[in-house]
Each structure stands twice: as structure tokens, then as C-alpha cells.
């Protein structure tokens, strides 16, 4: 089966962003997570919040050097894949482009100072301070590229004249409609799927039968951050629904299998469709469509029909859509038990029953996949625009045959990078135990000798 070059560069990138998407945001919510740990050990002065900072601070430098390979194919492709849209678009989109560039040089840079420093200050917190800049640098990065997607939903800041964007205001550009929720969503999200992996780590050590105060601190961070983080995704998410209704509507009435422009319109959560596009099977929400939109009942959802059929989204996105809420739903509420544990029946000690650190563990999973189905979503839901309104995906795709040729290769290095990742990260914390560097650094119980 042959595909042409247009296919075959959607899988390409499409692939190289399932890829970078995980260590991205690894990228973008660690740092929180280790200045969290080292924040909690200097106010307490408990050296195994000190131990969390260090461990991570190891692991989170595995992830970055994957992250760069992978950003940097990204940027490959879009001048070999998409060279219609650079030359098009590129003034619009250069600045995000060459700040978020700027943003990862400070991260570097003060993560490798932070590194090599630990033990030099008498003053812990100035150790600490280090971090802020990777922290900030991280975010930053992650929020000019958002710009960049964000620009492609709701282009503006510029005037097209003989298919070339002209008089391009590249601050325009940036801020523009889309900006305030995608930043804000792909930033709390990352916060998220950091916590719960975090999180996981730490459950499956109680599990195994480990029974050190580290650990449980470990569980108890990492899961009190993930409840915060999953809950401000949620609400950001009811935002998200709000900007779709107003600047996307094909989006949201793709999503929601809303044909139909009317009021009072019911949310659909599962179903399929028949050769009428008539929901069977699915479980309707009465007005919870309408007020997702509007915070009113009586909100008017424009229909998918409104819309020429070559510019409807697929309408899939609807599964994607409904797991992904789903997934939300299950990242607040397992932590939310493990908070009010104490009030479960047969556990008034507040214990870890197996059940619940069960759950802990799928945190990270349930919120690797609910970050991908969430740039599924967002990636689909623009079909066929890669710039909405301006250019299709097909007339901004090389003409190249050798596009399939790139695909095994970058597969290939994706397998290679992916599996040394793992390989090197369980080597990593196999070689040293966390019980033995207690002992190099003289803690035990919680306390230094």
C-alpha cells in the first residue's frame, strides 16, 4: 500500500509529536516538582525531601537530552514536510520560534549550574534559587511554542496578499485568541502528567513491599500536587470548551456530534452514528452542551451543519474527546481518596490499602494518555486547516517521494531513544539504591546523624 506525500508527512510529524509531547511536558513540570521537594526539605528540615530533589534532578536530565533530539526533528520537519506553510507563514511564526530557542538556553544553563552544585551553599535556599530559572525557562519554552499552535487555530497579525502573509505583526501574532487557554491548558497539564508519574514511581515502591518514610513523603507530595494540578487542568478545560464555542464551533459541535444549531443543547458522551447522523447508543446530558458553551441552558451551539463538508473536522474526535474527560475525571478523583483516605471504611489509620496505591500507579499512565488524546484532539479538530481559514493541510505538504524513507528512519530513532530512556533510567536507580545514599548522606528516620 503506497501512501502519498501529504499522508506520509502527517504520520511523520504526527509521530514526532506523540513522541516529544511526553518528554515535553516532562520538561516543562519536573523542575516544579524537584523545587517542590528541595522547597519542603529546607522548610522541614528533612533531608528526604532534600533526597527527592536530588533523585529527580538525575532522572529529569535522561528526559531532557531525549526531548531535544525529538524538538529538534520537530523543527527538521516543519522546513523538509511543510515548506508551503514556512514560506507562507514563516514571518508570522519566526518569533516563537527563535525565543522559545532563547528559553532553552537558560534552562540548560542553569540546570547544569544547579547539578553540580549541590553542597556548595551554607545557605540551602540560595541552591534553590537556581532551579527558579530552569523552572521559568521551561515554561517559557513551553509557552511560545503553544503560541505558535495557537496562531495556526486562530490566525492573526498579518494581511495575506498573493498567498504570501504580508505586514505581519509578529506580538499579534503571538497574543492571539487562542493563546490565554492553550498556554494555560498545555501548562497544567504538564504539572499533571509530572505529579502522577512522580506519583507512580512512589506507589509502586510501597507496593513492592518497601516500607522507608521516604517513599510515603514521596506519595504524599506527589499525589497532593497532582490533585491541585488535575483540578486547575479541569477548570481550564471548561475555558477551553467557552473558546471553542465562540472561535472554533466546527471544533466543539464535531466533538459533541451537534449537527443541529440550537439551545438547550444536551452534551453527548458516547454513541455511534448511524447513516443519518443520528446518535444511537450514547448517553445525553440534557443543556450540558449549552452551558459548557456559555454557562446557560438556554446558550445557542452552532451545528456542525453550518460548515461546508470539506471543512468539518473528523468526526472521531469525538471518542478522544470523551476518553480524554474521562481520564480528567479519574486524575482528581484518586488522588481526592487517597486525601480522604482516613474516612474509608476499615482504614481509620490512614493506611495504604492496595487498591488505592493500585490506582496511584495508573496515574501516570492515565495521564500520559490523556496528554496524547488531548493533542490528538487539538491537531484533528483543526482538520482540514493548518492554518484556519488561510491554508489546507494539503497545499502546505512537499511534494517529496522520499517522505516514506524519513518515516523508518525517525521510527526507528523514536525506538532507539524511547527504549535507551527506559534503559538508562532503571540503571540509573538500580545502581544506588535509595537506602544506600540515605546512608552516604547520613540519613535515617527522617533525621541526619
Given at each position: 500500500m503506497s501512501y502519498d506525500p501529504v499522508t506520509l508527512s502527517r504520520i511523520l510529524t504526527g509521530?514526532?509529536?506523540?513522541?516529544?509531547?511526553?518528554?515535553?511536558?516532562?520538561?516543562?513540570?519536573?523542575?516544579?516538582?524537584?523545587?517542590?521537594?528541595?522547597?519542603?526539605?529546607?522548610?522541614?528540615?528533612?533531608?528526604?525531601?532534600?533526597?527527592?530533589?536530588?533523585?529527580?534532578?538525575?532522572?529529569?536530565?535522561?528526559?531532557?537530552?531525549?526531548?531535544?533530539?525529538t524538538g529538534t526533528s520537530i523543527g527538521l520537519q516543519l522546513s523538509l514536510l511543510w515548506p508551503t506553510f514556512m514560506r507562507v507563514a514563516g514571518h508570522a511564526?519566526?518569533?516563537?520560534?527563535?525565543m522559545e530557542t532563547f528559553a532553552f538556553f537558560i534552562e540548560a544553563i542553569f540546570l547544569g549550574i544547579y547539578l553540580y552544585t549541590w553542597d556548595r551553599f551554607k545557605r540551602p535556599m540560595l541552591h534553590l534559587l537556581l532551579l527558579i530559572p530552569v523552572a521559568i525557562g521551561s515554561s517559557a519554552s513551553a509557552f511560545f511554542i503553544t503560541t505558535l499552535n495557537a496562531f495556526m487555530n486562530t490566525p492573526q497579525g498579518f494581511t495575506l496578499k498573493n498567498g504570501v502573509f504580508t505586514d505581519v505583526h509578529p506580538l499579534i501574532a503571538m497574543f492571539n485568541p487562542a493563546t490565554p487557554t492553550k498556554v494555560s491548558h498545555v501548562?497544567?497539564?504538564?504539572?499533571?502528567?509530572?505529579?502522577?508519574l512522580l506519583a507512580g514511581i512512589a506507589a509502586y515502591?510501597?507496593?513492592?513491599?518497601?516500607?522507608?518514610?521516604?517513599?510515603?513523603?514521596?506519595?504524599?507530595?506527589?499525589?497532593?500536587?497532582?490533585?491541585?494540578?488535575?483540578?486547575?487542568?479541569?477548570?481550564?478545560?471548561?475555558?477551553?470548551?467557552?473558546?471553542?464555542?465562540?472561535?472554533?464551533?466546527?471544533?466543539?459541535?464535531?466533538?459533541e456530534w451537534?449537527?443541529?444549531?440550537?439551545?438547550?443543547?444536551?452534551?453527548?458522551?458516547?454513541?455511534?452514528l448511524d447513516e443519518n447522523n443520528k446518535v444511537k447508543y450514547g448517553l445525553e446530558i440534557p443543556y450540558a452542551l449549552s452551558i459548557l458553551a456559555g454557562n446557560k441552558p438556554d446558550?445557542?451551539?452552532?451545528?456542525?451543519?453550518?460548515?461546508?463538508?470539506?471543512?468539518?473536522?473528523?468526526?472521531?474526535?469525538?471518542?478522544?474527546?470523551?476518553?480524554?474527560?474521562?481520564?480528567?475525571?479519574?486524575?482528581?478523583?484518586?488522588?481526592?481518596?487517597?486525601?480522604?483516605?482516613?474516612?474509608?471504611p476499615g482504614n481509620r489509620h490512614g493506611g495504604y490499602p492496595k487498591w488505592l496505591l493500585l490506582g496511584i500507579l495508573l496515574l501516570g499512565p492515565l495521564a500520559v494518555v490523556a496528554i496524547e488524546l488531548g493533542w490528538l484532539f487539538a491537531e484533528f479538530g483543526r482538520q482540514p486547516w493548518i492554518v484556519r481559514g488561510y491554508m489546507k493541510v494539503g497545499e502546505a505538504a512537499t511534494t517529496s517521494n522520499n517522505v516514506g524513507s524519513m518515516l523508518l528512519l525517525f521510527a526507528l530513532l523514536y525506538i532507539v531513544l524511547c527504549g535507551s530512556c527506559v534503559i538508562?533510567?532503571?540503571?540509573?536507580?538500580?545502581?544506588?539504591?535509595?537506602?544506600?545514599?540515605?546512608?552516604?548522606?547520613?540519613?535515617?528516620?527522617?533525621?541526619?546523624k
Open positions: 509521530l514526532t509529536l506523540f513522541v516529544h509531547i511526553v518528554f515535553a511536558s516532562l520538561g516543562v513540570g519536573v523542575p516544579l516538582m524537584i523545587a517542590l521537594a528541595e522547597w519542603r526539605g529546607i522548610q522541614t528540615q528533612d533531608p528526604h525531601y532534600s533526597l527527592l530533589a536530588r533523585r529527580w534532578a538525575r532522572g529529569f536530565v535522561i528526559s531532557v537530552a531525549v526531548g531535544v533530539v511564526i519566526a518569533l516563537p520560534l527563535f501548562l497544567a497539564s504538564s504539572y499533571t502528567v509530572s505529579a502522577c515502591s510501597l507496593l513492592m513491599g518497601r516500607k522507608e518514610a521516604y517513599f510515603k513523603k514521596a506519595l504524599k507530595l506527589t499525589v497532593m500536587s497532582a490533585f491541585i494540578f488535575a483540578l486547575s487542568t479541569a477548570i481550564i478545560g471548561d475555558f477551553s470548551g467557552k473558546f471553542l464555542a465562540k472561535y472554533q464551533p466546527e471544533k466543539l459541535a464535531a466533538a451537534h449537527f443541529e444549531t440550537r439551545r438547550e443543547a444536551p452534551l453527548v458522551f458516547g454513541g455511534v446558550t445557542k451551539v452552532i451545528g456542525l451543519n453550518e460548515f461546508p463538508e470539506d471543512e468539518r473536522p473528523p468526526l472521531f474526535i469525538h471518542y478522544m474527546f470523551d476518553l480524554k474527560v474521562t481520564i480528567g475525571i479519574l486524575l482528581v478523583l484518586i488522588p481526592f481518596l487517597y486525601m480522604v483516605r482516613r474516612l474509608l538508562v533510567l532503571a540503571r540509573l536507580f538500580r545502581s544506588k539504591d535509595v537506602v544506600d545514599e540515605m546512608r552516604e548522606l547520613g540519613i535515617e528516620g527522617g533525621t541526619v
